[in-house]
Nanobody
Framework: QVQVVESGGGLVQTGGSLRLSCKAS????????MGWFRQTPGKEREFVAA????????SYADAVKGRFTISKDNANNTMYLQMNSLKPEDTAVYYC????????????????????WGQGTQVAVSS
């Protein structure tokens, strides 16, 4: 079992920045591929960004490319999402997703591909 805890959400004005954090806790020998998804009321959870177990491989949704940066601290099994130039349409609950990784590094962009999820953190961007 892997515990997943997000933090860092909040309220910011348009054009502002926030950094989300996600810590995965499981067996000390495990490595994790991780991702961020977001969801607004009445809509399906959508992919935001993902990172492979080593942090070398990343993927972004078109809506956030050039504004968001995903990174990973493997020593602490913590992933970050630096969000710059925030827009009102970025308002959502952001969820961290984790997979125990093995073999060749890859990124996972489908929500159904992840085994463990955090509780979510609210991001609100005012216009």
């Amino acid at each position: 079992q892997v515990q997943v805890v997000e933090s860092g959400g909040g309220l910011v004005q348009t054009g502002g920045s926030l950094r989300l954090s996600c810590k995965a806790s499981g067996r000390t020998s495990d490595s994790y591929a991780m991702g961020w998804f977001r969801q607004t009321p009445g809509k399906e959870r959508e992919f935001v960004a993902a990172i492979g177990w080593s942090g070398t491989r990343t993927s972004y949704a078109d809506a956030v490319k050039g504004r968001f940066t995903i990174s990973k601290d493997n020593a602490n099994n913590t992933m970050y999402l630096q969000m710059n130039s925030l827009k009102p349409e970025d308002t959502a609950v952001y969820y961290c997703a984790v997979n125990v990784a093995f073999g060749l590094e890859r990124v996972y962009i489908g929500s159904h591909e992840y085994s463990f999820w955090g509780q979510g953190t609210q991001v609100a961007v005012s216009s």
